[in-house]
């Protein structure tokens, strides 16, 4: 599986960013996603998670209430991605955001459960 995610970029704080994550190299569908950001001088944090079915979604405390994941299974959709919408932007949340997917992950929060990664996407929040 390949993973792009895209979307990062510069913002003033209070401002929103769509980031997407695009999946290719088999089927999408029944993979679990996650969203995980690296802040400067940080370890690497998880942010959110959906499963397959989209029907369980989990957010870390520090984004709850305005970060939204979302995906499109769909087997017309091309690509298949799944999405990070980002509202009410902080400087804290300046990061480099990674998305990842897993067959099984049992422990969401944790990256060692993902079986593949993309490369990361640049978020920078302006005071």
């Known amino acids: 599986v390949q993973l792009q995610a895209s979307g990062g970029g510069l913002v003033q704080a209070g401002g929103s960013l769509r980031l997407s994550c695009a999946a290719s190299g088999r089927p999408f569908g029944n993979l679990h996603m996650g969203w995980f950001r690296q802040r400067p001088g940080k370890d690497r944090e998880f942010v959110a998670f959906i499963t397959w079915k989209g029907d369980l979604i989990y957010y870390a405390d520090s984004v709850k209430d305005r970060f939204t994941i979302s995906r499109d299974n769909a087997p017309n959709a091309v690509p298949n991605t799944v999405t990070l919408q980002m509202n009410n932007l902080k400087p804290e949340d300046t990061a480099v955001y990674y998305c990842?997917?897993?067959?099984?992950?049992?422990?969401?929060?944790?990256?060692?459960?993902?079986?593949?990664w993309g490369r990361g996407t640049q978020v920078t929040v302006s005071s």
């Open positions: 990842a997917a897993g067959d099984v992950v049992p422990n969401y929060d944790r990256e060692r459960e993902y079986d593949y």
